[in-house]
């Protein structure tokens, strides 16, 4: 357990630390890198079909989630992230249909006797016969029901980033927590990964995903307080202090699931759920539709669970340091997008007793790129 005491800001133990060492000399300049990296805004793009993917220079950050991937790189004066959908569209290989794929620029490979079509094409092409997209990742983790699930992987990230203008730069990748009472392997997970990124000229290593999110939002904080990432196929918690990762751990409940509730219980498609969430749900004013009052319920089922999973995990570890001041709680991901949340969270936090105290419940500057942008900052720093 940590030392209980007194500690001065980060950024000013950047600025005034005496260096008495070569190594000391790069830990300072990296934290200061880090630092200036993590007061650039952020600039996110949507992957344009058939553009060409870029040859990165310098330290990248990539996050590999259930819905989309997302690319970070350090640009001169912004963080520029670009993103593609983690999903696949398969239909049956012929030349005419191969020909109209070109024509159209449709990102896509050719495995056996089926053309994949990934990413954004996934998408129309789904929609364009009535059937829904498959994803390489579910819950979090690789897929074990899709066979092609790395291939389709590789074959979108390939589409963002080439190999690096300089062998071995460092890339840090996003990784999960272990899920509680869930099922897949993280281990698993995170070494096919780590192959593929090393195979292509990389120094691969890992963060995880609430700590990600952590590194992005609390660096004000001195890099303490609980992250949380609300994604598709899962929620992922850090408790960090003073920039170590104290507790870590997922549930594999996401905004998919309540997709999935919802629509099992009004009798609408989950993709049609899904759309309506995105584009219409507010928690500050009442529901108006059958819709809107189921996604408050299971909302709030999720968000329970969640808040119940940090209580119990929390309450029964002695890893917790003495903390003198109260701590933030920093949300991200998608499913904590809709108008409200916050405010919703905020309440139902009052329903649980958490072991430590919390000082503010905040929203990610970005909530789809925290993520990373944590991993941008923690590659940024480990390249030294």
């Known amino acids: 357990m940590a030392e209980e005491k007194d500690f001065e800001s980060m950024e000013e133990r950047g600025k005034d630390t005496t260096v008495n060492s070569a190594t000391d000399e790069k830990s ?55 993103q593609d959908l983690n999903a696949f569209f398969t239909v049956p290989s012929a030349r005419f249909a191969e020909q109209i794929l070109n024509q159209k620029e449709v990102m896509y490979y050719r495995h056996e006797n089926q053309y994949y079509i990934i990413g954004y094409s996934a998408e129309g092409f789904a929609n364009m016969f009535h059937g829904n997209t498959r994803r390489p990742v579910k819950e979090g983790l690789l897929s074990p029901d899709e066979v092609e699930g790395l291939s389709v992987i590789k074959a979108i990230v390939n589409g963002l980033i080439e190999k690096p203008k300089k062998f071995g730069e460092m890339l840090c990748f996003i990784i999960p927590g272990e899920p509680l009472d869930g099922t897949g392997s993280v281990i698993y997970h995170e070494s096919v990964i780590k192959s ?43 408790l960090s202090y003073l920039s170590f990762p104290v507790i870590t751990y997922s549930i594999q409940k996401g905004g998919d699931y309540i997709d999935t509730m919802v629509g099992a219980a009004v009798g609408e498609p989950a993709t049609k759920v899904k759309t309506i969430k995105e584009e219409e749900l507010d928690f500050s004013r009442e529901p108006k539709d059958r819709v809107g009052i189921a996604l408050g319920i299971f909302y709030d089922e999720l968000i329970l669970k969640l808040l119940e999973s940090l209580q119990r995990v929390l309450s029964s570890t002695g890893k917790i340091p003495k903390i003198k001041t109260p701590i933030p709680i920093v949300l991200s991901g998608g499913t904590a997008m809709p108008k409200g949340f916050k405010e919703k969270f905020e309440k139902l936090l009052k329903n649980v007793n958490l072991p430590v105290e919390i000082s503010a419940v905040r929203l990610a500057e970005d909530l789809l790129n925290a993520p990373a942008k944590g991993a941008l900052a923690t590659a940024i720093r480990e390249a030294g």
């Open 28 to 82: 300072v300049g990296g934290l200061e890198r880090v630092l200036k990296a993590l007061r650039k805004s952020v600039v996110g793009k949507r992957k344009v079909i058939r553009e060409e993917a870029e040859s990165p220079k310098g330290p990248v950050g990539l996050d590999i989630g259930t819905t989309h991937i997302v690319l970070a790189q350090n640009k001169p004066n912004y963080i520029e992230t670009i």
């Open 196 to 238: 593929f990124l090393g195979s292509l000229g990389y120094s691969p290593l890992s963060i995880n995903e609430g700590m990600a999110v952590v590194v992005s939002e609390l660096s004000e904080d001195d890099f303490t307080g609980i992250g949380i990432s609300m994604g598709g196929g899962m929620c992922n918690v850090c």
